[in-house]
């Protein structure tokens, strides 16, 4: 005898039912939280920059206060000298940045992988403390200001707090 694919009218167990659910929608269930996030902090200030772009708009006055110019925002930045200057500084700034470190970090990266492997986890250690530090220096800035006991902006608002 054979088994038969349950037709549209019988009811699965609930166990089936919920490994169906499980295999059909549980990826896309644990993938939104960033999708969510790359809509409102990725997608959404892009598209609302360029919706931008064709606006006068003064903020201060609120999102009604906008009017409708077209391209005569990039007409001015295209006829503005000093655009032009802010645009080759930008470039000269990227490639004096980044063709230097290209040519240093890439043979550096290589060396480290092929020919020193015995110094590749002090060498890594080395290059990324500085970012452990900062991040270090800035906890230690923070639990000093905010320090529930002795925090100089506890302190402040605990002054504020008596006064009359």
Do not use: C
């Amino acid at each position: 005898m054979q088994a038969h694919a349950p037709t549209s009218r019988e009811r699965l167990p609930l166990a089936a039912r919920w490994d169906n659910f499980q295999r059909k929608y549980a990826p896309y269930i644990f993938i939104s939280p960033f999708f969510i996030l790359f809509l409102a902090f990725g997608l959404f200030p892009i598209v609302f920059m360029f919706y931008l772009s064709f606006q006068y708009w003064a903020p201060a006055a609120g999102l009604g206060a906008m009017e409708y110019v077209g391209l005569e925002n990039y007409r001015d930045n295209l006829t503005d000298p000093m655009f032009w200057d802010s645009l080759k500084n930008t470039l000269a700034i990227g490639i004096m940045s980044g063709v230097p470190q290209h040519l240093i970090a890439i043979p550096l990266a290589f060396a480290i992988n092929t020919g020193l492997k015995r110094l590749q986890g002090p060498l890594t250690s080395i290059y990324f403390l500085p970012y452990i530090t900062s991040v270090v220096a800035i906890s230690v800035t923070f639990f000093t200001l905010f320090s529930w006991q002795y925090g100089v902006v506890n302190a402040v608002l605990g002054s504020l707090h008596n006064l009359p």
